[in-house]
């Protein structure tokens, strides 16, 4: 077989062919029959309005709406609220150790604290920025007592 009678052949599949007997009389009776059957073995309850599944569905999205609304507000009640930036301690005067290499850490601290300070007043009920700025507080005082212990 070339590629010319394959393209024939082809071709002749487009025509449309009519089935050896009629479906369209035997969909309609096994429909009859199941509709039929099903009025009978069906309780009353399922023979119900269409738009009892939609209200179903709307009051299952209300009740999904409401615990997500509630749980959200109940979070927010439990967690911490961030100190306010007044209770902030104070920035202390810039300190530079006599050890170069502490001193380079004191000045990337110092700056650290800094750039915090300006972000806490930006915003000041972030509790995250707050525990930043109390990391960065606890490494300047274990930094000054590393420069203490080397003398």
């Known amino acids: 077989m070339n590629e010319f009678e394959w393209r024939r052949q082809m071709r002749d599949l487009r025509q449309p062919l009519e089935p050896r007997r009629d479906l369209w009389a035997s969909i309609d ?3 009859d029959d199941a509709e039929r059957t099903s009025e009978s073995t069906l309780p009353a309850l399922s023979l119900r309005r269409p738009g ?3 209200r179903w569905l709307m009051a299952a999205g209300l ?3 409401l615990v997500l609304v509630s749980g959200i507000g109940w979070r927010l009640l439990q967690t911490p609220t961030a100190t306010p ?3 902030t301690k104070p920035a202390q005067a810039s300190w530079k150790p006599a050890d170069p290499r502490l001193a380079g ?3 990337e601290l110092d700056a650290a604290q800094m750039e915090l300070r300006l972000a ?3 915003a000041p009920d972030s509790p995250a920025l707050q525990r930043l700025l109390d990391r960065t507080q606890l490494q ?3 930094l000054r007592q590393l420069a203490n ?3």
């Open 63 to 65: 009740a999904a709406s």
């Open 85 to 87: 930036v007044a209770s």
């Open 149 to 151: 212990q080397a003398g």
């Open 140 to 142: 300047q005082t274990q």
């Open 105 to 107: 850490a004191a000045v």
């Open 29 to 31: 009776a096994v429909l």
């Open 52 to 54: 009892h599944r939609r």
């Open 120 to 122: 806490i007043q930006q």
